[in-house]
């Protein structure tokens, strides 16, 4: 995940925007299963301050650049591979649409998903949990509720109803209210 402060505008790109791998097979194939980033990655990009001009100053933009990337294996660093997928990342923007990117960066900041991990916990970096593909999980995100360990619920991006965060609060509301269906009110639920 790239967050960059860019001195402009890009006036045919929207506040949210997505710029496809041409051979998503290959793509998935080099995430899930070579456990490798993508050649060319399917990238996300987010400008906030399209929406909302408060969130850039004037003839700036602020962007957040997120592309699918393979989970943490043990002992990995992300770090080996950062600037060369970074170079992946904007080559293909450019390439796209977005030229002089690179010139045009005055802040950046980069989450690897080895500090996803360290700052989150989350299980091999993932924003989203490490199982997306439909045909391995069912389409399905785990439940709010424990099947298997009595009053253990879950919360976060693999548990439903997904990643984000609008669906990972909405997680921890729906936790919340199978906490509180099952225990009544909070003062009930806390028992030593």
């Known amino acids: 995940m ?14 949210h925007n997505f710029f496809f791998s041409e051979d998503p097979e290959k793509e998935f194939h080099q995430i899930f299963k070579e456990k490798k980033p993508a050649d060319d990655p399917t990238v996300y990009v987010g400008i906030s301050s399209k929406s909302d001009s408060s969130q850039a100053p004037a003839g700036k933009e602020n962007m957040f650049v997120l592309t699918h990337v393979p989970a943490l294996q043990k002992g ?17 923007l450019e390439r796209m649409g977005m030229t002089g990117l690179r010139d045009r960066i005055e802040y950046e900041h980069t989450f690897t998903p080895n500090d996803i991990e360290s700052l ?7 924003i989203y949990g ?6 391995l999980n069912g389409g399905f995100k785990m439940d709010t509720t424990s099947s298997v360990v009595d009053n253990l619920y879950f919360v976060g991006g693999a548990t439903h109803p997904g990643g984000g965060v609008p669906m990972v609060t909405l997680s921890g509301h729906m936790a919340a209210n199978a906490i509180l269906e099952k225990h009544g009110s909070p003062k009930k639920a806390v028992k030593s």
């Open 2 to 15: 790239l967050l960059l402060g860019v001195d402009s505008n890009y006036d045919k790109l929207s506040h």
């Open 130 to 135: 490490v199982v997306t593909d439909r045909k």
């Open 76 to 92: 990995e660093d992300w770090n080996k591979n950062m600037a060369g997928y970074r170079d992946i990342i904007l080559s293909k």
């Open 120 to 126: 989150y916990g989350s299980n091999g970096g993932s």
